[in-house]
């Protein structure tokens, strides 16, 4: 569900939904609770509240910074891998001139192919799912390379490095797919476990004793803002491939900016 709500929906409208839905449902449930019991200051059940709160803030705040910091970990993750596999393809790019006209060629043209394909199977790269275009553009050019027969001592120390480059690419390739494979979002019982604790904040909030009701409405509204911001940012950051945070194919578009023909 989240998966589909990070594709399909702009990251305004998915903000602007949940401070929506979050806040005016919470104003809801304090008007029902204030009329039901209009002095909330009243009683011993209001003290416990005003003692709870706080902690289950703190808890909460905790909970909701590791979340985030372990996502964007993720992220910042996946980018790298993304910037390492571009960053092998230039490398490549630019050493090409070290060999014939003819080893030039050809390397320059499975390169453009890889990184065409490869930028182009992103939508469903980010979902750890590969295309044959892709697949056999890297396989030529691995052939491309391994045909190649050096003839001086400086066009074998360019080869040697250009195959760790070669590998490097292939590698990270390898690891992005898996990533996006794999990195499939919090699980349901860590949702759950937001949601609860969330739940909780705003209901000790409805409950928690500000005096004044414009006050209370006050503060009862910047809380649902806050708790609508971190669902907003876990939603965003559970796919390091999808959403606003995501990482982008931007590297492998350098690659073929690099290999266009001069404007």
Do not use: C
């Amino acid at each position: 569900m989240t998966r589909w709500i990070v594709i399909n929906l702009p990251p305004w409208l998915l903000l602007a939904g949940l401070i929506v839905v979050i806040a005016g449902g919470t104003a809801v449930f304090q008007a029902v609770v204030r009329h039901r019991f209009p002095r909330p200051g009243e009683g011993g059940g209001n003290e416990v509240a005003n003692f709870v709160f706080p902690v289950v803030a703190v808890v909460y705040g905790f909970l909701i910074g590791f979340i985030v910091l372990a996502l964007w970990g993720q992220v910042n993750v996946a980018d790298q891998t993304t910037r390492t596999e571009g960053a092998a393809a230039v490398h490549l790019a630019r050493g090409r001139n070290a060999f014939g006209t003819a080893e030039s060629v050809r390397i320059r043209q499975n390169l453009m192919e890889y990184g065409r394909a490869a930028a182009a199977e992103w939508p469903l790269a980010a979902s750890g799912r590969a295309t044959p275009e892709a697949e056999n553009a890297l396989n030529r050019l691995q052939s491309t390379y391994e045909s190649i027969t050096p003839r001086s001592d400086a066009q074998r120390a360019i080869l040697a490095s250009s195959l760790t480059s070669l590998r490097e690419l292939s590698l990270a390739r390898t690891e992005r797919l898996l990533e996006a494979r794999s990195n499939i979002g919090p699980p349901l019982s860590l949702w759950m476990v937001v949601f609860l604790t969330s739940g909780l904040v705003l209901g000790f909030s409805v409950v928690f004793d500000a005096g004044q009701a414009k006050a209370h409405y006050g503060m009862v509204a910047a809380v649902s803002v806050l708790v609508a911001a971190n669902l907003f940012l876990v939603t965003e950051l559970s796919y390091p491939f999808l959403g606003e945070f995501s990482t982008s194919p931007e590297p492998l578009h350098e690659l073929i900016e690099i290999l266009s023909p001069p404007r």
